[in-house]
């Protein structure tokens, strides 16, 4: 520990954004990084404490607390206060394979958990991460560093979101030859097309893929397996398989007029708008845009905010975001301390952005829809909405929401972009690879395993545990690389 009073002599200063008017006039990302001087006094701020909960990645008050991957925060931490970033770069990359996606998109479960944050200000985990790790480019020692000796075995992974990606670095710095097949045109997966550019600029991404081809991963696009390819080819060609293609089945909102012309799961608005930034700066014109409607985002995750920051990046008219349970506090309650995960009110970029441009929180609470409203062609031009009230179950206990008699009343919509989560994995992959699943359609494994009923088939991430966090997809992508090694060669020394 460098400075002992870190903590009490620097005040926490995070990565300033550039303002809402300038930020929405592109797709970039917005924030200015501090300098590497002001950045040593945010790693001078870390405490260094007895039980580092930031790192401890565990089950607190039935939330998680901590960072999953087990990042080595105290270390690199005080390791860029000292100077050390090179040394910082080598122990951040020990548990993560990209922080230069976890710092730019993960929540940061480590700082909710920092010790300086139970009374005052947590530790700028996140943007220390992405110093480090945006240095070691700059510096040129996050360069490729291809395995010595090649163990002949052979290994497909089909999907190349984060876990894909995590599985497959990690097998091939092992040695294993891997090919990582992704139905896109694009690699990256849920990164690529599911994050906007502002959060995550997809040279980002195209930079670790290259490294990775240096390094050996072989990447084939376009091509969708269970579909265009076989099963059976890739089982015959490969003496392992590990299927990482996310939980890409969105959740619907069934109602009447859903049939509508202008509604769309916000997934398919998302990528229209990255694919159409990539291929022509939006020019040809080819994606959903919300540019002069009146727009209705339904949910209220990460991914509802998403829509609501694209929205205004178009040139939305309005823009509502829906949310089914009541509005969180703004602060912690007594029975959520710390370190528990916060369950507090966040206000995140999108909403940040259209609060400034239209002048008001773009969020309503308690509040669903209760009927689609089309013209006489069969476009969307309204929704019947109704309030919610919570009650609770009699017999399981669990707050339900319940409409309220008399509530309802209408409002002019064009765009509606469904952001209501995920309800699991895709059946033409599990149903072509044969392999079982659960009640939520994840891919069944047993306990504390990624090996799948299938012989030679292993499964990771999403399409494992459900929708989740990018983190928490890396993590999954290393643990299975670890079985699926120790499988191969009797041990593993992942």
């Known amino acids: 520990m460098g400075k002992p009073t870190g903590f009490m002599d620097y005040k926490r200063e995070d990565a300033p954004a550039l303002s809402v008017k300038e930020r929405i006039k592109n797709f970039d990302e917005f924030h200015d ?11 001078a701020r870390c405490m260094e404490c007895g039980v580092p909960f930031c790192q401890s990645g565990m089950m607190i008050g039935g939330m998680f607390s901590g960072c999953p991957l087990n990042n080595l925060i105290p270390e690199w931490n005080d390791l860029i206060f000292k100077g050390a ?16 996606f976890t710092s730019r998109v993960c929540p940061a479960l480590c700082e909710r958990a920092c010790t300086c944050g139970a009374n005052g200000d947590a530790v700028t985990v996140r943007n220390n991460e992405y110093s480090i790790v945006e240095n070691a480019y700059s510096e040129g020692y996050a360069a490729p560093n291809p395995p010595k000796v090649r163990t002949g075995k052979k290994i497909a992974v089909i999907g190349s979101g984060p876990s894909g990606l995590a ?53 084939v696009t376009n091509a969708n397996v269970g579909k265009d390819i076989e099963p059976a080819e890739i089982l015959k060609d490969f003496d392992r398989v590990i299927l990482t293609c996310g939980a890409s089945n969105p ?36 994606y959903i845009s919300a540019k002069d409607k009146n727009v209705m985002v339904i949910g209220g995750g990460d991914t509802g905010n998403d829509c609501v920051g694209t929205s205004v990046r178009h040139g939305a008219k309005s823009v509502l975001q829906l949310e089914m349970m009541p509005k969180l506090p703004d602060e ?21 952005e259209a609060i400034e441009v239209f002048g008001s929180d ?21 929704a019947v909405l109704v309030k919610l009230s919570p009650e609770k179950d009699k017999k399981t206990g669990r707050t339900i929401m319940k409409e309220i008699d008399g509530s309802e009343y209408t409002i002019d919509v064009e765009l509606v972009l469904i952001a209501a989560g995920f309800l699991g994995s895709e059946s033409y992959v599990t149903n072509a690879f044969g392999v079982e699943t659960d009640g939520r359609t994840n891919v069944a494994t047993e306990k504390n395993s990624y090996r799948t009923n299938v012989e030679n088939v292993f499964t990771a991430g999403d399409m494992h545990r459900g929708q989740s966090l990018v983190v928490w997809a890396i993590r999954e992508g290393r643990d299975c690389a670890r079985e699926v090694d120790e499988s191969l060669m009797g041990y593993t020394n992942l």
């Open 85 to 100: 970033w090179e040394q910082a770069y080598r122990r951040l990359r020990i548990t993560n394979n990209f922080p230069e």
């Open 167 to 219: 599985a497959a670095d990690q097998l091939n710095r092992r040695g294993h030859s891997v090919t990582v097949f992704e139905r896109s045109d694009r690699v990256g997966g849920l990164l690529m097309y599911g994050i906007p550019n502002m959060k995550l600029e997809k040279s980002v991404i195209e930079r670790r893929v290259e490294i990775m081809k240096e390094e050996g991963v072989e990447f």
């Open 362 to 382: 773009p969020r309503v609470y308690q509040t669903t829809v209760k009927e689609f409203l089309k013209d006489e062609n069969g476009n969307l031009k309204g």
């Open 332 to 352: 912690r309650t007594e029975n959520n301390p710390w370190p528990q995960w916060p369950m507090v009110c966040k206000t995140d970029y999108g909403q940040e």
């Open 251 to 286: 959740r619907d909102i069934n109602v009447k007029g859903r049939d509508a012309n202008g509604i769309y799961f916000a997934v398919d608005f998302l990528k229209s708008t990255t694919k159409s930034l990539l291929d022509s700066d939006l020019q040809e014109g080819t």
């Open 33 to 43: 990084p501090l300098s590497k001087e002001e950045q040593a006094q945010q790693g």
